[in-house]
């Protein structure tokens, strides 16, 4: 019998790197990326020609279309699998570069006010166990944006997830049959992933993400001297309610002096 539940400190590095991570999830919309992408440009960062940083960028679905919209962005994450897809995927090197790298080493990566602003879509925080990650992660993000500088932060509503969470199903992909379990325990929600992989072994990954809501997260910013200017509750941009699917916060950094 396998512990559901059992999870190792960094099984994202691990797990967002193998092809069936990739085929679980394939089926993720990219037409309404394309419009929140879009909506966020018009609305937060209407300034032409911005240099963005896409924080765990994944394939580069959000990072293309910010470069559609006339913005300078470098797409940056843990996975090498994803990297190399993002990059064959995009041929826009003028404006579009993607590189392999640690959120949490960021002011060793990046130079000092290198970004007008930092964009983490799509639930692509929230992953580390240890507090000082979680801090060194937001001090590398502050290192890097310039003087009102701006960060979009994209995450799970935890309200919302709590009322719409399925314990168990089993998902079926071209290459794969996955059997998912999903809970929210300890502070965390969790999604235990099974499947067979293509020599015929017992694969086993659980995701995890901490089940904060937009106070928790804003205590982050406030830590920071940041200043929470938006609350957005979807990707068509309403106000952020317990009903909400999405819990989109923007901030923007403070002045110097």
């Not at 919309?29 to 300034?47: C, P």
């Amino acid at each position: 019998m396998i512990d559901l539940w059992k999870s190792d400190s960094d099984w994202f590095r691990h797990w967002f790197n193998t092809d069936a991570y990739h085929s679980l999830y394939q089926k993720r919309d990219n037409q309404e990326a394309e419009k929140f992408v879009e909506r966020i440009s018009n609305v937060i960062l209407s300034e032409p020609n911005q240099c963005i940083l896409d924080l765990g960028c994944g394939i580069g679905r959000h990072a293309a279309h910010l470069a559609k919209m006339g913005h300078d962005v470098k797409g940056m994450d843990l996975s090498e699998n994803s990297i190399r897809t993002a990059r064959l995927n995009n041929d826009n090197k003028e404006r579009l570069h993607f590189e392999v790298g640690d959120m949490r080493t960021l002011q060793r990566l990046f130079n000092e006010n290198e970004f007008t602003a930092v964009v983490s879509m799509f639930t692509s925080m929230g992953y580390f166990e240890k507090d000082q990650d979680v801090e060194d992660t937001f001090q590398g993000i502050d290192h890097v944006l310039g003087e009102k500088g701006i960060f979009v932060l994209d995450f799970l509503n935890v309200p919302w997830v709590e009322s719409k969470l399925v314990a168990e199903e089993k998902i079926e992909r071209e290459d794969y049959s996955f059997l998912v379990h999903r809970r929210i325990a300890g502070g965390w929600i969790e999604k235990s992933v099974q499947y067979v992989d293509s020599e015929g072994r017992l694969q086993h990954f659980v995701e995890r993400v901490r089940a904060w809501d937009f106070e928790d997260w804003e205590r982050h910013f406030k830590s920071l001297g940041w200043q929470t200017i938006h609350r957005f509750g979807d990707y068509a941009l309403k106000p952020l309610t317990m009903n909400s699917p999405r819990c989109i916060l923007v901030a923007q950094k403070k002045t110097c002096g």
